[in-house]
């Protein structure tokens, strides 16, 4: 198994820029989220999905808009990307009230 | 936000020695769990311990759960070069949603 796999690892945006963050996972797991992570803030969620077809917004959902049309797959969008979304991006998955697994991440950079 | 608080910001201890890092939050929590991150890579699951739990192990590692004083602790005895990563505690406070402190960085000096 790959676990959770998230493309590409590192991208530099230019302000107003949009792009897609994938993200995938081949553990069958009903729960998908993402985060960022900023120096000194932990974690912060960011949108996450129970199922296919179903998902909602986090703690810092601005910004960003996620899609889930299949189990595997749960791709973000930037929208028009800004300074204040350089971070470093994770997925996860997780089977229901279980550990969650992180991918490698995605380190953006917006100038 | 229901973030969880972990104390210390960073911990230095020698090789062998103890280390201990806690963990508070606000609310009621289905269930609480410690994660470790090695610099540059993504987040590792260590232990999760579940609101009616008192007390957890998994190899060198044990955690309480006091859920009268909203706190956690860490403990990880033997510490080894390895075990220099940053630490994690996140709570499940509504099904699905994990709110994560700050963490604890830990280094271990040989």
């Known amino acids: 198994n790959a676990g959770v796999t998230q493309t590409p690892k590192f991208q530099v945006l230019k302000t107003g820029q949009s792009m897609t963050l994938q993200c995938a996972q081949d553990?069958?797991?009903?729960?998908m989220s993402w985060y960022r992570q900023d120096p000194g803030m932990g974690l912060r969620l960011i949108h996450y999905?129970?199922?296919?077809?179903?998902?909602d917004q986090g703690e810092v959902p601005n910004g960003y808009n996620v899609s889930r049309s299949t189990t595997e797959d749960f791709p973000l969008r930037l929208l028009s990307a800004a300074p204040s979304q350089t971070s470093v991006y994770f997925c996860?998955?997780?089977?229901?009230?279980?550990?969650?697994?992180f991918g490698p991440g995605t380190r953006l950079t917006v100038l | 936000s229901q973030q969880g608080e972990e104390d210390p910001q960073a911990l230095s201890i020698q090789e062998g020695e103890n280390a201990t890092m806690n963990c508070s939050y606000k609310?009621?929590?289905?269930?609480l769990q410690w994660y470790r991150q090695n610099s540059g890579r993504g987040l590792v699951h260590l232990i999760l311990?579940?609101?009616?739990?008192r007390e957890k192990h998994s190899g060198r590692l044990r955690v309480t759960l006091d859920t009268s004083k909203k706190s956690s602790s860490l403990l990880i005895t033997a510490s080894r070069a390895a075990d220099t990563a940053s630490y994690f505690c996140?709570?499940?406070?509504?099904?699905?949603?994990?709110?994560f402190g700050a963490g604890t960085t830990v280094t271990v000096r040989a």
């Open positions: 996860a998955s997780s089977p229901r009230f279980g550990e969650q697994f």
């Open positions: 553990m069958n797991h009903e729960y």
């Open positions: 999905s129970v199922g296919a077809g179903i998902t």
């Open positions: 609310t009621s929590i289905n269930n």
């Open positions: 311990i579940r609101s009616n739990e």
């Open positions: 996140a709570t499940d406070y509504n099904d699905y949603k994990l709110s």
